[in-house]
T-cell receptor
């Protein structure tokens, strides 16, 4: 049973536009959510996180939104840059371990 | 500051052979994790260490997988014997402590023929 779902395997966005990556979860006990970014042949790199007591967290061009009633979170990248092209994983924690989604491949083209 | 180091980066073996992966975490990080990542999937936790102690190994297939973290620093993950389905990327991560941000190494890509 996939507790963290990223239903879009890929996303293509033009440089300068907004990229929106989505993630849904099923376990209401998750209390912390994270986004990781992964380049080919590298390990995932922490990007941004949000606690379940908040609904928004911003860091530069990256903003994560959490909608607990819908069990949905999203990552917004504005403006998108070619260097943002990577696979993005959302992850959720219930205190003992991280549960990762399957990832969304973002391609930012000029 | 050096990141998490893993070796080898790539390994090709025949089924039924043994294989071992090595991980050196970021200096000072007490918590170490081994993850398995299958193609098209997210990482899945195999085992978590707090210093030398394996505190969560519930997802480690103990019939063929073993791990150790002697002296609470480096760690090795072993598979014996390897099966075709073990072909995947094995990721090591470390953090200052539990609930802290995890930093991942580049992974070892294993191909079992």
């Amino acid at each position: 049973d996939q507790q963290v779902k990223q239903n879009s395997p890929s996303l293509s966005v033009q440089e300068g536009r907004i990229s929106i990556l989505n993630c849904d979860y099923t376990n209401s006990m998750f209390d912390y959510f994270l986004w990781y970014k992964k380049y080919p042949a590298e390990g995932p790199t922490f990007l941004i996180s949000i606690s379940s007591i908040k609904d928004k967290n911003e860091d530069g061009r990256f903003t994560v939104f959490l909608n607990k009633s819908a069990k949905h979170l999203s990552l917004h990248i504005v403006p998108s840059q070619p260097g943002d092209s990577a696979v993005y994983f959302c992850a959720a924690s219930r205190g003992d371990k991280l549960i990762f989604g399957t990832g969304t491949r973002l391609q930012v083209f000029p | 500051e050096a990141g998490v180091v893993q070796s080898p980066r790539y390994k090709i073996i025949e089924k039924k052979q043994p294989v071992a992966f090595w991980c050196n975490p970021i200096s000072g990080h007490n918590t170490l994790y081994w993850y398995l990542q299958n193609l098209g999937q997210g990482p899945e936790l195999l085992i978590r260490y707090e210093n030398e102690e394996a505190v969560d190994d519930s997802q480690l297939p103990k019939d063929r997988f073993s791990a150790e973290r002697l002296k609470g620093v480096d760690s090795t993950l072993k598979i014996q014997p390897a099966e075709l389905g073990d072909s995947a990327v094995y990721l090591c991560a470390s953090s200052l402590g539990f609930f802290q941000t995890q930093y991942f190494g580049p992974g070892t890509r294993l191909l079992v023929l």
